[in-house]
């Protein structure tokens, strides 16, 4: 076996030259770098041809050859290849490895990886972009429906500019813009200003439905509801003074079913001595029972209600107490206090909608500032108003409603406190102006 040196700049430089000189079956005993490049030691088992080796040469290597040579493997103690041509190839497919492990792990898969690990917190990301693109556009639609609405205001305005001016003037009264809508439809077209002022007036109050004296006027049993402080108590005293008046005492009689407020039943117990009718507690349906029938013989038998918010469960297990009672027809007013905003109103009749209501009564309008609100109230759910509450007084400040006192006093309110408050803002404005 011979061994030999080669140089090169680079390994590849240096395989070609023991390749050229040594041939394809020589064996790489070791490499090493060196700052100029690598060394390379190479051993060979085949002669060269024998013109170009000394016949001293031929003669060492036959006697070399006719001992037993030992492996590559256990001169170096290396398990490398034998041969330059399987180094070769094993270097060749090292290199097609090292390719493919860069392509399979190059930076652009390594952040796909990246990407599909953290996809659920992407997704996420992506849910609340889309969630916030809705909302943005559900704004942008309102926004764009209430520029349209208002051009087309301004449309009518311009093409009929009494409309517009009745429209401001019934809202301002407090009559809700649907309404006013409707009913400003039906004004004539040769009106002038003052007389399609009074047609709309007149139309509300035929639109408005009421009963005149319709509690005290039929015997029966009457119960008053409606959310706390609208003044059911008091009304119950004034129709029952009224009643005693009209039917003597022992005609009358008081229950309430007021178990929750302090003081509820020692109120109106002292009204009642004041009145001189009985007055009497039920703590449940049955106990409401015994006392109808104790009390059969009565012309009139109010029964109060506690006052609960809308929201309050327990309006429910009233609801159920009056429904329960099957003895005697009992006919249900809503108290609605006047004096409330539209919306709040609205809310009380839907939610006692769910008993048949005969009527509402109307109180506090001595603390109004306008009718309109209730008024509109009553029309749009077709609620019939009985009475008017406008004072504290037993049993004064009472009295049968009336649709012609409802919308001139409504007007009145109008004139006395809206045309005053916008006089005064076009001046402000006016003066700020300036």
């Not at 390594?110 to 704004?139: C, G, Y």
Request: glycine share 4%; hydrophobic share 35%.
């Amino acid at each position: 076996m011979k061994i030999r040196r080669f140089y090169g700049k680079d390994m590849r430089e240096a395989l070609k030259q023991v390749k050229d000189e040594l041939g394809g079956d020589a064996v790489i005993m070791s490499n090493k770098k060196h700052a100029d490049g690598i060394e390379i030691v190479a051993a060979y088992d085949k002669e060269p041809d024998a013109q170009l080796v000394p016949k001293k040469s031929r003669d060492v290597t036959s006697q070399q050859t006719a001992t037993k040579t030992p492996s590559l493997s256990e001169i170096i103690g290396d398990t490398a290849p034998d041969s330059l041509k399987a180094l070769l190839e094993k270097q060749s497919q090292a290199k097609v490895n090292k390719t493919d492990d860069i392509e399979t792990y190059r930076p652009e898969d390594s952040k796909s990886h990246a990407v599909n690990r953290s996809q659920p917190p992407r997704q996420n990301h992506q849910t609340d972009a889309l969630a916030d693109m809705r909302k943005e556009l559900s704004s942008l639609r309102n926004i764009l429906q209430f520029q349209v609405s208002g051009l087309i205001a301004q449309e009518k305005q311009r093409q009929h500019p009494l409309h517009g001016y009745l429209l401001e003037k019934l809202q301002g009264m407090g009559i809700s813009s649907s309404l006013a809508d409707e009913v400003v439809s039906y004004t004539p077209e040769s009106c002038d200003e003052r007389q399609a002022w009074l047609f709309l007036l007149k139309l509300l109050a035929n639109k408005l439905q009421t009963k005149h004296d319709d509690i005290l006027s039929q015997p029966g049993v009457v119960a008053l509801m409606g959310p706390t402080g609208t003044g059911k108590t008091t009304t119950i005293a004034k129709l029952a003074a009224q009643a005693v008046r009209k039917y003597g005492v022992e005609n009358v009689a008081v229950i309430t079913l007021d178990n929750y407020r302090i003081g509820a039943f020692d109120q109106i117990a002292t009204y009642g001595k004041i009145i001189g009718c009985p007055v009497k507690q039920a703590q449940d349906a049955n106990q409401l029972t015994d006392l109808l029938f104790q009390f059969k013989n009565k012309r009139l038998v109010l029964i109060d209600t506690a006052g609960y918010s809308q929201k309050d469960a327990r309006l429910i297990k009233q609801l159920d107490t009056i429904k329960q009672n099957s003895c005697v027809n009992i006919r249900k007013y809503l108290v609605i206090q006047a004096n409330c905003q539209y919306q709040a109103m609205q809310q009380t009749v839907n939610e006692y909608r769910k008993i048949s209501l005969h009527g509402c009564i109307l109180t506090k309008l001595d603390e109004c500032y306008s009718l309109g609100e209730a008024i509109s109230v009553a029309i749009e759910n077709k609620l019939q108003v009985c009475y008017l509450a406008d004072g504290q007084r037993v049993p004064e400040d009472l009295q049968s409603a009336s649709t012609k006192y409802l919308i001139t006093s409504a007007a009145k309110l109008y004139k006395k406190y809206a045309l005053i408050h916008t006089t005064a803002s076009q001046v402000n404005s006016e003066v700020a102006a300036i």
